[in-house]
C-alpha cells in the first residue's frame, strides 16, 4: 500500500489551510451580535437577560437547520462545499439586516435565519475536511474546529480595539462571512477519500441514534455544549465585571478584548487536542480536556477578587481546554457511523448538542443575578464530567476499534 492510499495523500495541508480559512471567514456572523451587546443594550434599553436572546436565537436557528439537515440528508446528497456558499451567503444577507433593525422584534428573527444558514457551513466544512485525511484526522478536524473559534472571536477583537459603531462591525462579519462561502467552493477542492453516494431516506436519523458509538460520542459532545457556548458567551460580562470591580477605565472594551484572547487561544488547544487524539486515542484525549476545563468551571467564578491577571491566565486557561475535546467527537462520529450518511450523523449531533447550548446561554445570568458567577459558571461543570463518563464507556465498547481506522481508541 502506498502512502497516498495510507491516508496521506499530497496537497492535503494546503487544502486544509483553504479551507480552514474559509471557516474562520465565514463563522464570524456567530457571535457578532454577542460582541456589541453593551452598544445594543444602551441603545435599545435591553436587561441582560432580554440580551442574551440575540445568542440564543442564533442557537434557535442553527438548531432548527441542522435537524432539517439532518432529515433531508442535505449535507450529503449536495456536495459539501456547494452548501457551504449556500450557507454563508444567507448568513452574510441575513446578519447584514441587522443594522436596520431598532429593537428586539425584527433583530430576533434575522438571528433566527442567520443560525439556520450556518448549519448550511460547519457540518459540511467538517466532512469536505474529512474527505483528505484518514490516519490524522484528528488534527486535521482540531484545525477546523480552531478555525470555527477564531472565526466566534474575531467579532470580539473588532469590538475591542475601539472606535467602532455596532453596525459597522455587523456589516465587516457579514462580509467576512460571504468571502468565507466564495473561497470554500471556488479555491478550496475535494480530496481523494469521497464518501459513497447516499439516497434520500429520512429514516437515517433514527438509525444514526441507534448506532452505539454515534450514541456514545454524542452523549460526550453534548455535555462539552452544555459548558462551551455559554462560556464563550458570558465571559466578557463576567470579565467586565471583574475589571469594574477593580476600577478599570473602560471594563467593556478591556473585556472584548480579553474575551478575544480566551476564546482565540481555544484554536490552539484545538489543535493540540486533535494532536493527542491521534497520538493518545480521541476517548483519552478527549477525557483529559473535559477534566480540566470542567474543574476550571467550578472554580473561576470563586477568582473574581484575585488580581486581574490572575483571572485572566485562569481565562486562558480554561478556554484552551474549553474546546480542545470538540473536534473529537465529530471525529469519532465520523469514523464509526454509516459511511454513506456522515454528513446526517454529524449534522444530527450539532443539533442536539446546540439545544443545550440554549439552556446554558439562558440559564447562566439568572444564576449569577441570584447568587453569583460562582453559581453561573459552576452550572456549566456537571456537562463536561458526564461526557468523560461517555468517553470511559466507548473506550470500552466494540466500536471502538473502528476509531481512527483502529489505529487510536
Not at 56 to 75: H, K, M, N, P, Y
Not at 106 to 118: D, E, I, N, W
Not at 179 to 195: K, S, V
Amino acid at each position: 500500500m502506498t502512502a497516498v492510499s495510507a491516508g496521506d495523500p499530497p496537497g492535503r495541508w494546503p487544502a486544509l489551510a483553504m479551507l480552514a480559512f474559509a471557516m474562520l471567514l465565514a463563522m464570524t456572523t456567530w457571535f457578532s451580535a454577542s460582541a456589541v451587546l453593551p452598544q445594543v443594550r444602551a441603545q435599545w434599553h435591553l436587561s441582560v437577560t432580554a440580551a442574551s436572546f440575540l445568542t440564543i436565537a442564533v442557537q434557535l436557528g442553527f438548531i432548527v437547520g441542522a435537524v432539517v439537515s439532518a432529515v433531508l440528508s442535505l449535507a450529503d446528497l449536495l456536495a459539501p462545499r456547494r452548501l457551504i456558499l449556500y450557507g454563508a451567503i444567507g448568513a452574510a444577507a441575513f446578519n447584514s439586516l441587522l443594522v436596520a433593525s431598532h429593537g428586539p422584534a425584527s433583530a430576533l428573527p434575522l438571528r433566527f435565519a442567520t443560525g439556520v444558514c450556518l448549519a448550511g457551513v460547519y457540518p459540511p466544512a467538517l466532512k469536505a475536511m474529512a474527505t483528505w485525511f484518514r490516519r490524522r484526522r484528528g488534527t486535521a478536524l482540531g484545525i477546523m474546529v480552531g478555525a470555527l473559534t477564531l472565526g466566534s472571536a474575531t467579532p470580539q477583537l473588532v469590538v475591542g480595539l475601539g472606535g467602532i459603531g455596532w453596525q459597522t462591525v455587523i456589516f465587516i462579519t457579514s462580509l467576512l462571512t460571504l468571502t468565507g462561502g466564495f473561497l470554500a467552493e471556488t479555491i478550496g477542492r475535494d480530496g481523494p477519500f469521497p464518501f459513497p453516494k447516499a439516497k434520500f431516506d429520512p429514516t437515517q436519523a433514527r438509525r444514526v441514534v441507534a448506532n452505539r458509538g454515534v450514541r456514545l460520542a454524542s452523549i460526550g459532545y453534548f455535555g462539552h455544549m452544555w459548558e462551551l457556548y455559554a462560556m464563550w458567551a458570558w465571559f466578557s460580562v463576567f470579565f467586565a465585571d471583574v475589571l469594574a470591580d477593580h476600577n478599570g477605565s473602560d471594563p467593556y472594551r478591556g473585556a472584548a478584548l480579553a474575551t478575544f484572547a480566551v476564546i482565540g487561544i481555544g484554536a490552539v488547544g484545538s489543535w493540540v487536542g486533535g494532536v493527542l487524539s491521534d497520538r493518545w486515542g480521541r476517548t483519552q484525549a478527549a477525557g483529559l480536556a473535559m477534566a480540566l476545563s470542567g474543574s476550571t468551571a467550578l472554580v473561576i467564578g470563586f477568582t473574581s477578587r484575585l488580581p486581574v491577571p490572575v483571572v485572566f491566565g485562569i481565562g486562558l486557561f480554561w478556554g484552551f481546554w474549553v474546546v480542545a475535546d470538540s473536534a473529537q467527537f465529530s471525529a469519532i462520529v465520523i469514523e464509526v457511523s454509516d459511511q454513506s450518511y456522515v454528513g446526517t450523523a454529524v449534522t444530527l449531533q450539532l443539533a442536539v448538542g446546540f439545544v443545550l447550548t440554549v439552556v446554558t446561554i439562558w440559564i447562566v445570568p439568572i444564576l449569577v443575578h441570584t447568587g453569583s458567577w460562582a453559581w453561573g459558571f459552576g452550572i456549566l461543570a456537571p456537562g463536561p464530567f458526564v461526557g468523560m463518563i461517555a468517553m470511559a464507556r466507548l473506550r470500552r465498547a466494540p466500536e471502538a476499534a473502528l476509531i481512527a481506522v483502529g489505529h487510536r481508541r
